[in-house]
């Protein structure tokens, strides 16, 4: 058996290849990585995932939750609807495709229109003490980072340094020391190639003092050493450590890092190791395939109870991993195109589309960013943004992650609707009065009136779960 390290090549002619001889891949784990294809006749064909791992059931939608239902079990809790049928999504090129589901609409209740600079990426902050207080903050480029209560009111800017902010997430009770700890909105920096840190200082905030401050320590080293910026990024915490899962722009390569606090009450990071995602899968032929585009990563989330990773990744799919890194990645579900049999022009350099043998579906069409709701004990619901037709795509959780269905945030008075959106993130517990069962934030990349910019949408998650019969369960997470 011989091991081979490969990369995708960009310049060959066709992306699409069908290999004979059988090979299996792994993905290192302990430092700097790549793929390892290693050649074995006697293994099956290659890739990294195959079309009979796709973990997904057939599609199907269940009932909105009626008005008049029985009374739930758990005081301010809507049970779940009954899952759809068990089975596999069916990738075979002779599947049949499915019809196009009717896709209904849920109304945003507040618009935060085109602030400073491209916002691409938002996270939901809970305050302690009064969820009315609680914010979005927002990564905006060099616009930096953007603070806004949940009326769409702008509360603080920070930007400076150089800085050029792509994704945010937040991460509750960062342990300073014995006596201190913090809220932190931790965003990658595609300037330094380094991660920001910023501490939520509520009681500073009842004194009229600035709620966000710039925590970062001095001499943060690059989160890819070899090159490269940092963009995706979604924090997880294991007892009293605070990790992050950072994604290289451009690449399929994610790293995991550690927060480590600092002298001043400052924080710094330490890289713990990177991933090389599959970049090779098995279709259902048996053939082995590789989309034109080298894959990249669109947007990263988190079920923080079970510490499960989630990544969209362009040109493939949805795929899960331990939030750690240390195991192989599984494919949730793939994208409309997955296994194309597409060519790149030699004159032009494009991907020139050939034909579709039909293993993806209509349920994603282009990927952006993901969210995970965090439900009462174990459960939960995956939201994945199909960018390019503007729709919100639900999994559930666990191994099966059942797609439940698909909705839209469309328009109400005096708000448009929401258009090919890069990131959203969603929270279950009250946020205030117009917001008591949850809140879905969701970028809009078309905002208008003219001219069009970047803004984003609130929607009470109740209006959104209603839609598909989903779970509201404002007591089943804290996020402290």
Same mark, same amino acid.
């Given at each position: 058996?011989?091991?081979?390290?490969?990369?995708?090549?960009?310049?060959?002619? *066709?992306?699409?290849? @069908?290999?004979?001889? $059988?090979?299996? +891949?792994?993905?290192?784990? !302990?430092? #700097?990585?790549?793929? &390892?294809?290693?050649?074995?006749?006697?293994?099956?064909?290659?890739?990294?995932?195959?079309?009979?791992?796709?973990?997904?059931?057939?599609?199907?939608?269940?009932?909105?939750?009626?008005?008049?239902?029985?009374?739930?079990?758990?005081?301010?809790?809507?049970?779940?609807?009954?899952?759809?049928?068990?089975?596999?999504?069916?990738?075979?090129?002779?599947?049949?495709?499915?019809?196009?589901?009717?896709?209904?609409?849920?109304?945003?209740?507040?618009?935060?229109?085109?602030?400073?600079?491209?916002?691409?990426?938002?996270?939901?902050?809970?305050?302690?003490?009064?969820?009315?207080?609680?914010? *979005?903050?927002?990564? @905006?480029?060099?616009? $930096?980072?953007? +603070?806004?209560?949940?009326? !769409?009111? #702008?509360?603080?800017? &920070?930007?400076?340094?150089?800085?050029?902010?792509?994704?945010?997430?937040?991460?509750?009770?960062?342990?300073?020391?014995?006596?201190?700890?913090?809220?932190?909105?931790?965003?990658?920096?595609?300037?330094?190639?380094?991660?920001?840190?910023?501490?939520?200082?509520?009681?500073?905030?009842?004194?009229?003092?600035?709620?966000?401050?710039?925590?970062?320590?001095?001499?943060?080293?690059?989160?890819?050493?070899?090159?490269?910026?940092?963009?995706?990024?979604?924090?997880?915490?294991?007892?009293?450590?605070?990790?992050?899962?950072?994604?290289?722009?451009?690449?399929?390569?994610?790293?995991?890092?550690?927060?480590?606090?600092?002298?001043?009450?400052?924080?710094?990071?330490?890289?713990?190791?990177?991933?090389?995602?599959?970049?090779?899968?098995?279709?259902?032929?048996?053939?082995?395939?590789?989309?034109?585009?080298?894959?990249?990563?669109?947007?990263?989330?988190?079920?923080?109870?079970?510490?499960?990773?989630?990544?969209?990744?362009?040109?493939?799919?949805?795929?899960?991993?331990?939030?750690?890194?240390?195991?192989?990645?599984?494919?949730?579900?793939?994208?409309?195109?997955?296994?194309?049999?597409?060519?790149?022009?030699?004159?032009?350099?494009?991907?020139?589309?050939?034909?579709?043998?039909?293993?993806?579906?209509?349920?994603?069409?282009?990927?952006?960013?993901?969210?995970?709701?965090?439900?009462?004990?174990?459960?939960?619901?995956?939201?994945?943004?199909?960018?390019?037709?503007?729709?919100?795509?639900?999994?559930?959780?666990?191994?099966?992650?059942?797609?439940?269905?698909?909705?839209?945030?469309?328009?109400?008075?005096?708000?448009?609707?929401?258009?090919?959106?890069?990131?959203?993130?969603?929270?279950?517990?009250?946020?205030?009065?117009?917001?008591?069962?949850?809140?879905?934030?969701?970028?809009?990349?078309?905002?208008?009136?003219?001219?069009?910019?970047?803004?984003?949408?609130?929607?009470?998650?109740?209006?959104?779960?209603?839609?598909?019969?989903?779970?509201?369960?404002?007591?089943?997470?804290?996020?402290?």
């Amino acid at each position: 058996m011989s091991a081979l390290r490969v990369s995708l090549a960009l310049g060959v002619a *066709v992306c699409a290849v @069908a290999v004979s001889a $059988g090979v299996s +891949v792994g993905v290192s784990v !302990g430092g #700097a990585t790549d793929i &390892l294809l290693v050649a074995d006749p006697a293994q099956e064909p290659p890739g990294v995932v195959s079309a009979d791992q796709i973990e997904t059931p057939e599609d199907g939608q269940v009932e909105p939750i009626e008005d008049g239902q029985a009374d739930p079990p758990v005081e301010g809790e809507t049970p779940p609807a009954e899952p759809p049928a068990e089975g596999e999504v069916q990738v075979t090129p002779e599947a049949e495709p499915s019809p196009t589901p009717f896709v209904p609409s849920a109304k945003p209740l507040r618009e935060i229109s085109k602030p400073a600079g491209q916002v691409v990426d938002p996270a939901i902050w809970v305050h302690p003490r009064d969820p009315a207080k609680s914010v *979005v903050v927002s990564a @905006a480029g060099a616009g $930096g980072l953007h +603070v806004h209560n949940l009326t !769409g009111t #702008a509360k603080q800017r &920070l930007s400076g340094n150089g800085a050029s902010l792509a994704g945010v997430d937040v991460a509750y009770r960062f342990r300073f020391d014995a006596k201190w700890s913090n809220d932190l909105a931790v965003a990658a920096d595609s300037a330094s190639g380094g991660l920001r840190s910023f501490a939520f200082r509520p009681v500073a905030a009842d004194w009229g003092r600035p709620l966000v401050e710039d925590v970062t320590a001095k001499g943060a080293p690059a989160v890819f050493p070899g090159g490269g910026a940092p963009e995706h990024l979604v924090t997880w915490r294991d007892g009293g450590r605070v990790y992050a899962v950072v994604s290289r722009a451009g690449t399929g390569t994610l790293a995991l890092v550690r927060l480590l606090a600092k002298p001043g009450r400052k924080v710094g990071y330490q890289v713990i190791r990177t991933v090389d995602l599959p970049t090779w899968f098995t279709l259902s032929s048996g053939a082995a395939w590789s989309p034109c585009e080298a894959p990249t990563v669109a947007g990263l989330t988190v079920d923080r109870r079970a510490r499960t990773l989630y990544v969209a990744q362009q040109g493939v799919g949805i795929l899960r991993l331990r939030a750690d890194l240390g195991d192989q990645p599984h494919l949730v579900d793939v994208v409309s195109g997955f296994g194309a049999d597409t060519s790149r022009d030699e004159a032009s350099g494009r991907c020139v589309p050939g034909t579709d043998p039909g293993e993806g579906g209509d349920r994603l069409v282009g990927l952006g960013g993901l969210a995970f709701y965090q439900g009462a004990g174990s459960s939960g619901y995956l939201l994945a943004s199909s960018r390019d037709n503007s729709r919100v795509a639900v999994y559930g959780s666990g191994g099966g992650a059942a797609y439940l269905g698909q909705f839209r945030v469309g328009s109400a008075p005096h708000i448009d609707p929401v258009q090919g959106t890069l990131g959203l993130d969603v929270l279950n517990v009250p946020a205030g009065r117009h917001f008591p069962k949850g809140v879905l934030v969701v970028q809009d990349s078309a905002d208008t009136p003219e001219p069009a910019g970047a803004g984003l949408k609130l929607v009470r998650w109740d209006t959104a779960a209603r839609l598909l019969g989903l779970a509201v369960s404002p007591r089943g997470w804290a996020p402290r």
